[in-house]
């Protein structure tokens, strides 16, 4: 079955950053587009963004452009998410997706 483990997140101060990866198993990889999603404590699953089977012209959420990056290793079955100039409000489970089956997440969270 289609699984995604996340890894990579932790305690950062604002300002700092992240890279989270996410490495898919299940399905092939290579031939499917993925996404970033989160859920902050208290709210709803936030899409941040997506990139391509073929790691090409990813999109994201006018919340985090210009300080996350999505990319793609097909051939490690991995999805990245490089995050900068993290903010008190980017603090959430994040997960890697496609549709709507997604990983357990790992938890970021931006504090001094």
């Known amino acids: 079955q289609v699984q995604f483990v996340e890894s990579g997140g932790g305690l950062v101060q604002p300002g700092g950053s992240l890279r989270l990866s996410c490495v898919g198993s299940g399905f092939t990889f290579s031939d499917h587009a993925l996404s970033w999603v989160r859920q902050a404590p208290g709210k709803g699953l936030q899409w941040l963004g997506a990139?391509?089977?073929?790691?090409?012209?990813?999109s994201y959420a006018a919340s985090v452009k210009g300080r996350f990056t999505i990319s793609r290793d097909n051939a490690k079955n991995t999805l990245y998410l490089q995050m900068d100039n993290l903010k008190p409000d980017d603090t959430a489970v994040y997960y890697c997706?496609?549709?709507?089956?997604r990983g357990q997440g790992t938890q970021v969270t931006v504090s001094s």
């Open positions: 997706a496609k549709g709507a089956q």
């Open positions: 990139i391509n089977s073929k790691g090409e012209a990813p």
